[in-house]
Every structure is written in C-alpha cells, then in structure tokens.
C-alpha cells in the first residue's frame, strides 16, 4: 500500500514521575540510568535507527536537565554525537499537565499534515528490528493508525490499556477498543497497549473532539475514536519492553541491560547474592 513516509515521532515526557519520588524532585524519571545513559536516549535512538528524522520531545518547567542533556554545546560526548548526526531534536513545553492526548496537541503544527511516531517515555523497548520500526513497516502495510501490543498475564492487563480486539491475522489484530485499567474479572483481553503508536493526523481532530477525563486528555480514547472512523490495528511487537516508570520495571531493566553490558561477570555477581 502507498502510504505517506513516517518521518516525525514525538515524546510524550512531561509527567511528574510520582512514582519515584523523592529523586523526581531533582532527576526526571526519563533520565534515570540504564548502565551509562538516560532512558530517553535509548528511545531517541529507537527512532533514529527506525528510520525518523525529527522527534519532538514534550517537556514540562523542572525537566530541563533533559533539554541539557541533548544539548551539544553541554554534552559533547561521542555517543549524543552519532545520535545527533541522525535525527533533529526539538523540545515542546506543556505549561499545563492535561494528560497525554494534551501532549500531542501541542505537536500539531510539529506533525503538520503527515503521520507520525509516538513513543512514550518511560517505554523502553529492546530487540534487534527497533520497536517503532516494526510499527511503521505495520502502517506502511495497512495504511491504518498501529497501537504496539503484547500479550501478558491478567495481573499485568490489568495496570495496562486492554484491547477490544476483532480477528488476527499474524501479528495483526483488528483494533475495536482500548479499556484503561479494565478489571481483571472483564478483561476484553490480554493485548495490552505499551507505548508504541503510528498515528495517522486524524488523531488531531478525534483528541479536539474527545472530552476530559478528570483533568486529563487520554490519548488512548481518540485512538479509539480513530479505530471507528478510519480503522486501526494493534500490531504484537518483538522485544523486550521494560516500564521504567515504576521502581520494580525500572529495577528489572538495570539488571537485565546491566547483563548484557558486563556479561558474565554480572552473572557471577547476581549469583552471589542468590
């Protein structure tokens, strides 16, 4: 299928990390360490390696140390380097926290009139074919809006968006519906949104017409308004996919990108403690 190319992603990292505090206070949750670099730089190099250009990085006052750390005049190291080589960064501030639809409108005149990437945070996907990457071969091949899924056990689904699914074919699944938190004695199912979409611009549109939930503008519902007025499929990635936003996902990411930083002589250490 013909299908305008997806150069643009953005990333949705204006949240408080309440999760973390108190060092959220001071270290936003996108930069906590995984061996020797901030999480977000393995998710802007996810888009550069997949292909994207340009990547809009949605901050919110008391997380500038991000904007610093991409900064080349203040981080001249080889590795920020190469990336910058690749991909243009440019840096959104959401004045007030609605949520992560709010997020996405303000890239609006970012996006323009082309689809795009979204990929949030405090995601961190593993595999040798870039998460995002898969997403956008998906949408190249359907021309429709692609939300990243995989399958986990209930007790997972339910911390997640479960997808109200129709019928699969591979790793495509028709996209119905996305229930937030749904309980675990009515789980549509076990495919669960984990922070990877290509969107089409309609989703512009659908976010304006979508109302508030509280004090929020949930992305996932105009995603699901999408998935009736256009269509729109969840794909079943490969990878790893780690949610550094909370201190067990966070802890399990450090050990496992610590293993295969160091090899064996982690292996040694962790059975010493074992």
Known sequence: MQTQK???????????GTRFMPITKSVPK?????VD?????????????????????????????????????????PELKALLKKIKITFITQETLNGT???ILLTKDFVGDEPFAVLFGDDV??????????????YDETGKTVVGVQEVENELAVLYGAIEKGESHGRFTEFKNLIEKPDINNLP???????????SNGIFGALEQTPMRGTELVLPEAVSTIAKTEGAVAYTFEGAHY?????????????????????DDFKKHIKTIL
């Open 6 to 16: 997806v150069r643009k992603a953005v990333i949705p990292a204006a949240g408080h």
């Open 30 to 34: 996108e930069m906590l360490v995984l």
């Open 37 to 77: 670099k901030p999480a977000i730089h393995y998710i802007v190099e996810e888009c550069a390696e997949s292909g994207i250009e340009e990547v809009a990085i949605i901050v919110s006052r008391g997380k500038e140390a991000i904007e610093r750390y991409f900064t080349p005049a203040l981080n001249d190291t």
């Open 101 to 103: 639809g709010g997020a």
């Open 125 to 138: 996907v593993v595999n040798d074919v870039p998460c995002i990457k898969q997403l956008i071969d998906a």
């Open 189 to 199: 199912s076990n495919l669960v949104s984990l922070g990877r979409f290509v969107l």
């Open 243 to 263: 949610d550094i936003g909370n201190k067990l996902g966070y802890a399990i990411a450090a050990a496992d990108f610590s293993l295969a930083r160091f090899g």
